[in-house]
């Protein structure tokens, strides 16, 4: 029997609404700036290797550089004590929203207490952008057990879920 695919979709319409999580000391973020499109795909292919992130595996050099380079998307890294430990990608929207598009540790850095922290971050820079008013997110049944809880417990309401 096969379980169907829930994508859950989530929405903070306020930045009061952020319930931020315990630092994390010396976790910071880095911006990739300029893009830096093989960085996108690096990531892409680490943090989404447990979660089947399969959509842009065979994306062509190009075809990431399109992506990375537009200027409404932002890329920024967890870095603790020097690592790399996730990264977080930003696309600015219509109308305000801002978009977690992408989230996540590398693989050898979870269950460490970064999650709810570096979410915490990519949170705050998603209403940091200017004439920010709504930030969302979407996680689903693939991702990690913990991550609708995640998002939930930093603020995030559910707006709607999809079953596929």
């Known amino acids: 029997m096969t379980v169907p695919l829930k994508i859950y979709h989530l929405e903070m319409t306020g930045r009061a609404e952020l319930r931020p999580a ?30 089947q992130w399969t959509d842009r595996l065979a994306w062509s050099p190009e075809e990431w550089r399109g992506y990375a380079c537009r200027p409404e998307l932002r890329t920024l890294l967890g870095v603790l004590e020097g690592e790399e430990v996730g990264y977080f990608e930003l696309e600015e929207q219509a109308g305000g929203d801002v978009e977690i598009a992408l989230f996540g540790l590398r693989p050898e850095f979870i269950g460490r207490g970064l999650g ?12 940091a952008v200017p004439g ?3 930030v ?18 930093r603020g995030f309401r559910l707006f709607k879920v999809e079953e596929q």
């Open 22 to 51: 315990r630092e994390v000391p010396g976790l910071q973020t880095l911006r990739v700036d300029p893009p830096q499109p093989d960085v996108n795909r690096r990531y892409y292919e680490q943090v989404g290797a447990d979660w």
């Open 116 to 127: 709810g922290a570096l979410l915490t971050m990519a949170i705050e820079e998603a209403w």
């Open 132 to 134: 920010s008013t709504r």
């Open 136 to 153: 969302w997110v979407h996680t689903c049944t693939l991702d990690h057990e913990f991550a609708l809880a995640n998002y939930e417990k």
